[in-house]
Antibody
């Protein structure tokens, strides 16, 4: 069965970076894009960007351009999302999700990132 | 990318039907047949309920249906059940990526 398993919760200080991993299983990793979506407490879902694991091609929401980097390690079927220059407004649950076209059909369990001094 | 507009909350009694609207522009909903709907229970991963405006993934009840008119998409849930109580999000493709709605809290009375 398709599974996306994310890394555990992280705590960072303002100005630091965080890298969240998303390990895929149950399907051919390079055949589907991986998206990253976040949800701050009390807020809605917010799309951050996507990556094609086959080509490595990425695209990011304008809001995160220059601050987010999606990458992958095909040998271990794992995608990564790194967010830099963190502020308290980046405190959120971060999800990876597989996409068919633009439909996010399988999601990871979420990773809580807390930014606090 | 401005968020799509959804009502903050809707409610209905068991057995009734409700509709959640999702309003965008010609640059997103109106320009593409790439509207999706997700159910999101707090603390859990969102689940895809509708894709490409009106298609249901395998395993999703036929009580859930989607449609679109010009720049507004809609999710209709018929025969409301207690387990339908959740947060629902629409999303659409737009140049530059994907945009979500603000979410609608469905309460089953």
């Amino acid at each position: 069965q398709v599974q996306l398993v994310q890394s555990g919760a992280e705590v960072r200080k303002p100005g630091a970076s965080v890298k969240v991993s998303c390990k895929a299983s149950g399907y051919t990793f390079t055949s589907y894009d991986i998206n990253w979506v976040r949800q701050a407490s009390g807020q809605g879902l917010e799309w951050m960007g996507w990556m094609n694991p086959n080509s490595g091609k990425t695209d990011y929401a304008q809001k995160f351009q220059g601050r987010v980097t999606n990458s992958r390690n095909v040998s271990i079927n794992t995608a990564y999302m790194e967010l830099s220059s963190l502020t308290s407004e980046d405190t959120a649950v971060y999800y990876c999700a597989r996409s068919v076209s633009t439909d996010l059909d399988y999601w990871g369990q979420g990773t809580l990132v807390t930014v606090s001094s | 990318q401005s968020a799509l507009t959804q009502p903050a909350s809707v409610s209905g009694s068991p057995g009734q039907s409700i509709t959640i609207s999702c309003t965008g522009t010609s640059s997103d909903i109106g320009g593409y047949d790439s509207v999706s709907w997700y159910q999101h229970h707090p603390g859990k991963a969102p689940k895809l309920f509708i894709y490409e405006v009106s298609n249901r993934p395998s395993g999703v009840s036929t009580r859930f249906s989607g449609s679109k008119s010009v720049n507004t998409a809609s999710l209709t849930i018929s025969g409301l059940r207690a387990e339908d109580e959740s947060e629902y999000y629409c999303s659409s493709y737009t140049r530059g990526g994907t945009v979500f709605g603000g979410g609608t809290k469905l309460t089953v009375l």
